[in-house]
């Protein structure tokens, strides 16, 4: 069963057009991560995914209840970590309490239990990416949308949550459509690679066979993954 | 060390030629001194500036900025509630505000004393006549700021709020109204200063009903009774002093609530 499908989706901005009958398919527990030069569309298609831009034709179909984690945090300043993981649940009706220890889980399974008071400024660039993290994940998502989450942080963090997510990811068997400039990251946390041509056109795909349930961190330096990311790379150069 | 001697000597210069520059404006105006009675009659020097100060002068100032409080008090809370009101109204959606905006930036451009005559009419030569001035000068800051506040939020986190299911009231609730805070507290900073100048112009135009510092102001200038003048100046330069603290602590606390990633430290370098 797929959680996502695009079939024959076009959209642009003004004259410019991004995609154009754009087909993608994202299967039930897979990771498909989505790589391609800046400005080729990337951020649109997670948007058009999430439904928060509508497509000029074609269809895009998911489940009701989706995650997504923005390039920054976009934690909300006022509220507490706790506060801002609860306030998927918040809005979709649930009662504060409810909410509340909802998130108190979400944080605890993202290594911020003992973080929950605090309030995003008091956090780090780390922290703040993971209480994001928990609060995509917190409603239990049918499909995760993760658009260039790690590309500030700093490498020993970016790769501490990458881990994570990569653990978080086999647990849960959340479909998870990810948007990275990262190769090396696309390739150690993906099952599927796309490439999307500057025109936004996908042009090639690649399949990596990653085991999930032992994906440890030290993955990311082998030769397989360093492999696939040269093997990306110059799909990309072909592309542009 | 260096730091401390400099935060000594900077003020201590400034203070110097201020007072240095008062004394020789004080003995340089021609004629400021009575042959008779050797009093000042424009500016008395600084050692004497509070001469001809007493009991019954006291007493008047000190009632007179009462009035003056209560008045700036009084037109700034009004104003913040229809500010706020009108801005909540105005964020609705585009049309609404643009179809506003002429009509406020006219409001603000528009001198006080060509408002008069309409005052006069509405609402009479009385206390409400100052306190509406008051309204209308503290207005424009509150309601720009609160309405930048309530529209300025950043687009993921309204991308957020979509996602999520959120209607409009508790994107207004949870998101806007919050994201407002740090821009309202602005605005009620610097309104605060101008509504305690607004009651003091209002007195020059409202002479009737209770005595502000602004008209006490005008009658010791008229009575050539400079340092009563220079005192019931400093009360209103006080009074508004005390209104832009009160506001900034009211900013700090809010902020620390509202917008913990706003500063307010004022020696950021």
């Known amino acids: 069963m797929a959680a996502l499908t695009f079939d024959q989706v076009t959209f642009g901005y003004g004259q410019r057009n991004i995609f154009h009958n754009l087909d993608l398919h994202l299967d039930d527990h897979e990771v498909l991560a989505i790589v391609g030069v800046s400005g080729c569309g990337k951020s649109t298609l997670l948007k058009l995914a999430s439904q928060l831009l509508k497509p000029h034709s074609g269809s895009v179909a998911t489940g009701a209840k989706l995650g997504y984690v923005f390039q920054s945090p976009e934690l909300l300043p006022w509220r507490s970590a706790l506060d801002n993981v609860a306030l998927p649940l918040e809005l979709s009706g649930q009662s504060r309490n409810q909410a509340r220890q909802s998130a108190t889980m979400a944080l605890q399974a993202i290594g911020l239990g003992d973080c929950t008071a605090l309030k995003p400024h008091e956090l780090s660039g780390g922290m703040q990416m993971r209480t994001s993290l928990a609060r995509a994940l917190v409603v239990e998502p049918d499909l995760l949308l993760l658009d260039e989450p790690f590309a500030a942080l700093d490498e020993l963090t970016r790769r501490k949550i990458l881990s994570d997510l990569s653990n978080l990811l086999a647990r849960s068997g959340t479909p998870t459509l990810i948007v990275s400039h990262s190769l090396t990251d696309a390739a150690y946390l993906a099952d599927r690679i796309l490439v999307l041509s500057a025109s936004g056109s996908t042009v090639d795909e690649l399949r990596v066979l990653t085991n999930r349930e032992n994906n440890p961190i030290e993955r990311i330096d082998s030769i397989e993954v360093s492999t696939s990311a040269a093997k990306l790379f110059k799909m990309m150069t072909k592309s542009s | ?269």
Request: hydrophobic share 55%; proline share 5%; charged share 15%.
């Open chain 2, 1 to 269: 060390m260096k730091y401390n001697v400099k935060r000594i000597v900077g003020p201590g210069v400034v203070f110097s030629s201020f007072i240095g520059a008062w004394y020789a404006l004080a003995y340089g105006i021609d004629n400021n001194f009575s042959p008779i009675s050797g009093k000042a009659l424009v500016l008395p020097p600084p050692h004497r500036m509070f001469e001809g100060v007493n009991e019954a002068v006291r007493s008047d100032v000190i009632a007179a900025s009462w009035i003056t409080f209560t008045t700036a008090s009084l037109g700034l809370i009004i104003a913040a509630i229809v500010a706020w009101s009108l801005a909540l109204v105005m964020a609705q959606a585009k049309w609404l505000e643009s179809s506003f905006w002429p009509f406020l930036v006219a409001l603000q451009a528009v001198p006080i004393v060509a408002l008069v005559p309409l005052i006069i009419q509405i609402v009479g030569v009385n206390n409400k006549a100052r306190v509406l001035v008051v309204v209308l000068i503290a207005f424009f800051p509150l309601v720009s700021t609160a309405v930048d506040g309530l529209k300025r939020v950043p687009t993921a986190q309204e991308d957020l709020f979509r996602l999520y299911g959120a209607d409009k009231v508790e994107t207004f609730l949870k998101l806007r109204i919050p994201n407002a805070v740090s821009f309202v507290m602005s605005g009620v900073r610097v309104s605060a200063g101008l509504s305690v100048v607004g009651a003091v112009v209002a007195d020059f135009f409202f002479a009737r009903g209770d005595l502000g510092l602004g008209r006490l102001i005008t009658e010791y200038f008229q009575s050539t009774q400079p340092g009563p003048m220079i005192l019931a100046s400093l009360l209103a330069a006080l009074l508004g002093g005390l209104f832009f603290s009160l506001s900034y602590l009211a900013q700090a606390k809010l902020n620390a609530r509202w917008s913990p990633q706003i500063s307010l430290r004022r020696n950021d370098r």
